[in-house]
């Protein structure tokens, strides 16, 4: 007589636990949850669902409908899925259904046909690295928000002049 469990192929009941392999398993968020806040992890993530704030990890899987909206940052990088934010990674792959609007830091990039990515490429020999020098060089620029956005700003000829009373 067979049960359930006798038709299945015994792949996890091979293997011996010990503490190398729980860094075997991924961490999944899956496709119905939405995290808000910042992900962390020393391993591997797989991502199906919805991330709005930045991911830091080992290795990076982002599934078909995956949607990030922040930065990532991890030694290997695959997206199928959409990023709206900076990418840092040793390597790095956009599959053709990726969608990736933000720049890429990487040592590798391969990007298939069909995926669409609006933002800069910069390889790096270490973009990791570079991530713990970006607060020193973002302090620096925490001035820009307070300068004018353009509407305050003083017109500097008499036919901008013209058009910005016009618009008042």
Known sequence: MKTPFTERPATYAAKSPSPSASKMVPSIIGEDLTVVGNVNSKGEIQVDGEIQGDIHCGSLLLG????????????DV???GRVVGSIRGLRVTLQAQSH?????FHQSLAIEQGAY?????????DPLAEVKATPAS??????????????DAKPHDE??????????
């Open 64 to 75: 078909d409908k995956s949607q990030v909206m922040g930065s990532v940052i991890a030694e």
């Open 78 to 80: 695959v997206v199928r």
């Open 100 to 104: 990736v609007e933000g720049d890429i």
């Open 117 to 125: 990515f609006e933002g800069k490429s910069r390889r790096s020999d």
């Open 138 to 151: 973002s302090s620096r620029s925490e001035p820009r928000p307070d300068k004018p956005s353009g509407f």
């Open 159 to 168: 036919a901008s002049a013209h058009s910005t009373r016009a618009a008042e």
